[in-house]
């Protein structure tokens, strides 16, 4: 037996422990969204949560800066915020985008057939549906205040730097030393360079493999012009340049964030730009428009730093009964379908239904919840690196559009019937595993229809041909 199978001790709660350590029912580790949703989540069932943050409270602090990646809230994070009465406050700032405006690349490039006006692609078949663009920083600030406001308790300026998942002792790095802390739970919720993975995976209870891009990300700032949105903020815009692209969500503050996703070496990479010079003259010929709106572009691209994109494939997410990871600490994604905080946000919904089908067993609901959620989270990593290609390389294409508007024509004569991917994943709570295997199911079934009507057609055709008379009769 593994030791991430056995039962584990029954879990203490706060004070019935004897030793110097401090007590706690239940620590999250990461004042990140997921930890602090699942903090209210679980303060809600009752439970003394204690949330640890090696960060300082960003809400008195200035933030980590070129690495934020705006967030696209959808249906699955706007459920999850819904079902603690949290979607109204926190979606109170966010702007909704209901499709992708295509910003081609100049003239020189129409070899590439990207080229022609800006390409407006509603998200939804209606053209009603949208995502909604969001800080990440502001909505991780609204889930703080709405944690604490639940009881929670949380700490910053707690690094955590050991685990032993058996006893549930944790030492935590403090600005005045290390402390010992001793929970009945723990759970990791603090990213994608989890602590507590990384505790798991050198014990040898956790298994990891990073799956890295060879792209990286860098954030510029398009700022008002002139007191309104330089750009169309009902949208969100992609400039696809083919092996790069960028795109741009608005702000509240009719600001735009603009996020470079670039090859990391080779043509059209961040190391082939090493001096302002050569910055402005790629920006200038690959993105001209986006350098008029950019008035600090060279110097953005030069103090913001490039950010790492992987996929994190982690088995199990659980250890002794009594710690477990969820959200990007046990299966980070990449950006592009904008899905990373709405599938976070939903593994707190699916954990909250395990331990209402547990009653509260732990060490037998994160089983469950692995065994719930595992393959969705499979289907998601592999659509959202299928989105980066489709972001980059086919949005501007004629054949892509013609297709997007074929599939926009089956779903408002097949209402219900035939719904595409993207509506699946960003406008339902439909499992991912689920949305890949209709989708299948829907083209299979469309590929079928079209042979049966052309074999239908042939055959007209042969009966026509048949009964013509001949020129000899």
């Known amino acids: 037996m593994r030791a991430t199978d056995r039962p584990g001790p029954a879990l203490a709660g706060p004070g019935d422990a004897t030793g110097p350590a401090t007590e706690v029912q239940v620590a999250v580790i990461g004042a990140g969204l997921a930890g602090c949703l699942l903090a209210r989540y679980l303060a809600r069932r009752g439970m003394a949560v204690t949330v640890f943050e090696r960060r300082p409270d960003p809400r008195r602090s200035a933030g980590e800066q070129g690495r934020s990646i705006n967030l696209a809230i959808s249906e699955r994070g706007l459920d999850a915020l819904a079902r603690v009465g949290l979607d ?26 990207q080229a022609g006006p800006l390409d407006f692609q509603p998200y939804s078949a209606g053209g009603d549906r949208a995502i909604n663009s969001i800080s990440r920083g502001g909505l991780n600030n609204a889930l703080l205040d709405a944690a604490e406001a639940a009881g929670v308790d949380i700490v910053f300026d707690h690094r955590l730097s050991a685990v ?6 944790l030492t935590l790095a403090t600005p005045d030393g290390d402390i010992d802390v001793r929970a009945g739970v723990v759970l990791g919720a603090d990213g994608a360079g989890s602590a507590v993975r990384a505790q798991l995976v050198e014990q040898g209870l956790v298994d990891e493999r990073v799956d890295f891009l060879d792209h990286g990300y860098k954030e510029l700032y398009i700022p008002p012009a002139a007191g309104e949105f330089a750009l169309d903020p009902s949208a969100l815009h992609i400039w696809p340049r083919g092996a790069s692209m960028a795109i741009a969500l608005p702000n ?16 059209q990479s961040f190391a082939e730009l090493t001096t302002d010079e050569e910055v402005q003259r790629h920006f200038a010929a690959e993105y001209p428009d986006l350098e008029a709106i950019t008035p600090d572009l060279v110097a953005d691209y030069r103090a913001n730093p490039v950010g790492v994109l992987g996929t994190v494939h982690a088995w199990p997410w659980r250890a002794c009964g009594r710690v477990g990871l969820l959200g990007d600490a046990a299966h980070a994604i990449v950006p592009f379908y904008g899905q990373g905080a709405n599938c976070a946000f939903e593994d707190v919904v699916v954990l909250d239904r395990c331990l209402d089908d547990t009653a509260d067993n732990w060490p037998r609901a994160l089983v469950l919840f692995e065994q719930r959620r595992r393959a969705d989270t499979d289907a998601i990593a592999g659509m959202a690196l299928d989105n980066f290609v489709e972001m980059r390389d086919k949005v501007a294409s004629p054949v892509y559009r013609t297709t997007k508007r074929i599939e926009h024509a089956l779903e408002r004569l097949l209402p219900g019937v035939w719904v595409s991917r993207y509506e699946l994943v960003s406008f339902s709570t439909v499992p991912y595993a689920d949305v890949r295997r209709r989708v299948r199911r829907q083209y299979l079934a469309l590929g079928a229809l079209i042979a049966l009507i052309a074999a239908a057609a042939i055959g007209v055709l042969r ?11």
């Open 252 to 267: 509240p503050d009719r600001s735009f964030t603009v996020t470079l996703f670039w090859p990391n070496s080779g043509a």
């Open 88 to 113: 109204t406050t926190v979606m109170a700032d966010a702007l909704p985008m209901r499709g992708r405006l295509i910003h081609p690349p100049p003239a020189p490039a129409a070899d590439r057939h």
């Open 164 to 169: 032993d998942p058996a006893a549930g002792a």
């Open 463 to 473: 009966l026509a041909g048949a009964s013509r008379p001949s020129r000899h009769q």
